[in-house]
């Protein structure tokens, strides 16, 4: 399959020819959904705690003699249901979020989402991205450019998690450059997973030529 590469001018530089293995895939929507809810599963913190009615301070008194008040019989004024009292059922920092995630799973859900995006027009190929200094301003200025093509109108839209820019390889004058802007994120054509795919809306390859051959290792 062909697709479309453009400059940074935001003019067509010529075609390149897309490998169906990365491309062609169908939409595996249990796939999808099983890898990247593993991986937010994995990310979460286990920070949050509670305490039972054991842990919590003092109630070791019973507060009033079981009979004769015409109240209630309680044990502890550290019960549940008293206030200042533990608490049932609350989180533990014993409990374990983290899940096994098969890597070929995980390379063929980064296939099938890319394969999904290119279809819906939400790929961009870009032949080559460079900025003469790392400025904010020449960063935009690329962007904006970019968005007068043809269904990325879009693509500069200050609002949303809106593209995610990768790069064949690390630099740091285009990331300090691009990193300030909202709704836009950049990274390395080799650390693309499902879940920062999938966040943004598009995704902007630059060098395609390079990062494809990471992707098919």
Known sequence: ME??????????SGKM???????????????????VTAMRSNARQNTAAAKGRGAVR???????RQKGTGRARHGSSRSPIWRGGGVTHGPLTERNYERKINRRMKAKALR???SRKLRDGEILLLDELKLSAAKTKAAQTVIDRLAK?????KLNYRR???????LPAYDQATLKSFRNLPGLAVTEARELNPESVLTYR????????????????
């Not at 062609?24 to 249990?30: I, K, M, R, V």
């Not at 949303?160 to 990768?166: E, N």
């Not at 598009?202 to 290792?217: G, H, M, N, R, T």
Request: net charge negative; hydrophobic share 40%.
């Open 58 to 64: 003092g109630g070791g008194k019973k507060p009033w």
């Open 112 to 114: 099938t989402i890319l």
């Open 160 to 166: 949303g998690a809106r593209t995610l820019l990768a």
């Open 17 to 35: 020819e897309l490998p169906e293995s990365v491309f062609g895939l169908p939409w595996n929507a249990d796939l999808v959904h099983q890898v």
């Open 202 to 217: 598009y995704l902007v390859i630059a060098e395609p030529a390079k990062s494809l051959a990471l992707w098919q290792k």
């Open 149 to 153: 093509i043809s269904g990325y109108e």
């Open 3 to 12: 697709a479309k590469v453009y400059n940074q001018e935001g003019q067509e």
